[in-house]
């Protein structure tokens, strides 16, 4: 019998773009900061403000979702994902590289009021929407993001964002809508009603700093919101996820060194931030959070030799094995060939479920009862291919001195960045923080380390 409707359901389940929303499909990660942030979040004095840092594709948004849904019974959270924001609404993604402090705060503000309004049934008074308004309005001139007054409807911009939002805890607030909720979280869609997201944001302006008395009203109108909140239902988790997006340094140090802004918000926060202030070392002078964790590859690669496959293989066996569970179907790629997956997705979760969905594509073709060598070495050897893309001498130089190093630790060079932000330099956590080119940078582009290797 046929296996391609199998694999059609594997292309379809693993799919890099769209977070992973059942908790039944995701897995046990090591090192993993949950319980930390958890335990944080769960302390009853401060108003903790977290930041996880990390490169891309480590699977951050999946621990985020861990957390928000953890906290459901005991805070009203509200989820923005700013990467979808950009695209999907705002339909600019770049924008999201020149986004600023006391934007990330406006968003945040919207964010909540629509939230609050749809999930708790909770009306702000008109007075206090209306001083947000304002309040963007002349930041946006101050700093030249628009030449003249836009119209600005904050109730149908609020209606076009596409969120997730739980109800209050412990209680719900009365009323109608309060009492027609459920206890989890939910996403909340554009609504028909909703205005085209046509407000200038993201766009390169002036930075404005944090004493400015036009940011620091426009802090003061998001905190009133969040007080309002608090004070008439729970206490509020604020999710920001996408801000590790960031690509430049110097972007990165605008958000969280030179401000504290965002760290000044009147709520529990979790945020993500880019992993370039850890490298750089500006991890040490961000202010306004009370704990910075980093959140890096899962270490598929062994330390002592890199060559040879790590612990953190057997997290990518239960991932794939968690995602097919319900289809009894765990023999569709065998364990020799998912661990070379692993191996070679460098650790990181996004670079592993591409390889797969490519395996189920391929294997389609071909009506395989299971995956075979020969289909997981073409799907390597096209990403092989596709990473190697923009490698030049320096770089290759760069990382070939990594490999020699025997402790592995962060090169200099004004291309670190650059490798660490495209994924061709991947960190990992074991004990002191390591560095190793990805492993697919290794398989022909640069020197091989001897014996053993995966190949």
Same mark, same amino acid.
């Given at each position: 019998?046929?296996?391609?409707?199998?694999?059609?359901?594997?292309?379809?389940?693993?799919?890099?773009?769209?977070p992973?929303?059942?908790?039944?499909?995701?897995?046990?990660?090591?090192?993993?900061?949950?319980? /930390?942030?958890?335990?944080?979040?769960?302390?009853?004095?401060?108003?903790?403000?977290? %930041?996880?840092?990390?490169?891309?594709?480590?699977?951050?948004?999946?621990?985020?979702?861990?957390?928000?849904?953890?906290?459901?019974?005991?805070?009203?959270?509200?989820?923005? $994902?700013? *990467?979808?924001?950009?695209?999907?609404?705002?339909?600019?993604?770049? =924008?999201?590289?020149?986004?600023?402090?006391?934007e990330?705060?406006f968003?945040?503000?919207?964010?909540?009021?629509?939230?609050?309004?749809?999930?708790?049934?909770?009306?702000?008074?008109?007075?206090?929407?209306?001083?947000?308004? &304002?309040?963007?309005?002349?930041?946006? !001139?101050?700093?030249?993001?628009?030449?003249?007054?836009?119209?600005?409807?904050?109730?149908?911009?609020?209606?076009?964002?596409?969120?997730? +939002?739980?109800?209050? +805890?412990?209680?719900?607030?009365?009323?109608?809508?309060?009492?027609?909720?459920?206890?989890?979280?939910?996403?909340?869609? +554009?609504?028909?009603? +909703?205005?085209?997201?046509?407000?200038?944001?993201?766009?390169?302006?002036?930075? %404005?700093?944090? &004493?400015?008395? &036009?940011?620091?009203? %426009?802090?003061?109108? *998001?905190?009133? %919101?969040?007080?309002?909140?608090?004070?008439?239902?729970?206490?509020?988790?604020?999710?920001?996820?996408?801000?590790?997006?960031?690509?430049?340094?110097? !972007?990165?140090?605008?958000?969280?060194?030179?401000?504290?802004?965002?760290?000044?918000?009147?709520?529990?926060?979790?945020?993500? #931030?880019?992993f370039?202030? !850890?490298?750089?070392? =500006?991890?040490?002078?961000?202010?306004?959070?009370?704990?910075?964790?980093?959140?890096?590859?899962?270490?598929?690669?062994? &330390?002592?030799?890199?060559?040879?496959?790590?612990?953190? *293989?057997?997290?990518?066996?239960?991932?794939?094995?968690? !995602?097919?569970? $319900?289809?009894?179907?765990?023999d569709?790629?065998?364990?020799?060939?998912?661990?070379?997956?692993?191996?070679?997705? #460098?650790?990181? =979760?996004?670079?592993?479920?591409?390889?797969?969905?490519r395996?189920a594509?391929?294997?389609?073709?071909?009506?395989?009862?299971?995956?075979?060598?020969?289909?997981?070495?073409?799907?390597?050897?096209?990403?092989?291919?596709l990473?190697?893309?923009?490698?030049?001498?320096?770089?290759?130089?760069?990382?070939?001195?990594?490999?020699?190093?025997? /402790?592995?630790?962060?090169?200099?060079?004004?291309?670190?960045?650059?490798?660490?932000?495209t994924?061709?330099?991947?960190?990992?956590?074991?004990?002191?923080?390591?560095?190793?080119?990805?492993?697919?940078?290794?398989?022909?582009?640069?020197?091989?380390?001897?014996?053993g290797?995966?190949?």
């Amino acid at each position: 019998m046929s296996r391609r409707p199998l694999w059609q359901e594997i292309f379809e389940r693993f799919d890099p773009v769209k977070p992973v929303e059942d908790p039944a499909w995701r897995a046990n990660r090591p090192l993993s900061p949950f319980e /930390d942030i958890n335990r944080s979040l769960d302390r009853p004095f401060g108003i903790p403000h977290l %930041l996880l840092t990390g490169t891309m594709g480590t699977g951050k948004t999946t621990e985020l979702l861990r957390i928000a849904e953890a906290r459901v019974s005991k805070e009203f959270v509200v989820f923005l $994902d700013l *990467v979808r924001h950009f695209e999907q609404v705002v339909g600019d993604a770049v =924008a999201l590289q020149h986004v600023s402090p006391w934007e990330v705060c406006f968003l945040a503000g919207i964010a909540l009021i629509r939230s609050a309004e749809e999930r708790l049934g909770f009306t702000f008074p008109p007075a206090h929407v209306e001083e947000l308004r &304002q309040a963007w309005l002349k930041l946006a !001139r101050s700093s030249g993001e628009v030449p003249e007054e836009p119209a600005i409807d904050i109730a149908k911009l609020a209606k076009s964002m596409v969120l997730l +939002a739980s109800t209050a +805890a412990p209680t719900v607030v009365a009323g109608p809508a309060g009492a027609a909720v459920s206890l989890g979280l939910r996403t909340l869609n +554009a609504t028909a009603d +909703a205005a085209k997201w046509s407000l200038p944001i993201g766009l390169k302006k002036k930075a %404005l700093p944090d &004493q400015d008395a &036009q940011v620091q009203t %426009l802090l003061q109108c *998001v905190n009133v %919101l969040i007080g309002l909140v608090q004070q008439r239902s729970s206490k509020v988790l604020l999710i920001i996820d996408g801000l590790d997006r960031i690509e430049a340094t110097d !972007r990165a140090k605008e958000l969280f060194v030179d401000s504290q802004m965002i760290g000044q918000l009147a709520c529990r926060l979790v945020l993500c #931030g880019p992993f370039g202030l !850890r490298h750089d070392g =500006a991890i040490a002078n961000v202010q306004g959070f009370s704990d910075v964790r980093p959140l890096v590859n899962v270490p598929v690669l062994s &330390q002592q030799d890199p060559s040879l496959p790590g612990r953190g *293989v057997s997290f990518f066996r239960e991932l794939f094995e968690r !995602r097919v569970a $319900d289809r009894g179907v765990a023999d569709l790629i065998p364990p020799d060939l998912l661990d070379k997956l692993a191996y070679y997705s #460098g650790g990181r =979760a996004r670079e592993f479920v591409v390889f797969v969905r490519r395996l189920a594509e391929l294997a389609w073709d071909a009506d395989l009862t299971s995956a075979t060598a020969e289909i997981v070495d073409r799907v390597l050897d096209e990403r092989r291919r596709l990473r190697e893309t923009g490698m030049n001498r320096r770089k290759i130089r760069l990382l070939e001195s990594v490999v020699a190093d025997p /402790d592995h630790r962060l090169p200099e060079g004004e291309d670190v960045n650059i490798l660490l932000t495209t994924g061709a330099l991947l960190p990992y956590p074991d004990g002191s923080e390591w560095y190793y080119p990805h492993p697919l940078l290794m398989m022909k582009l640069i020197q091989r380390r001897p014996a053993g290797s995966m190949s």
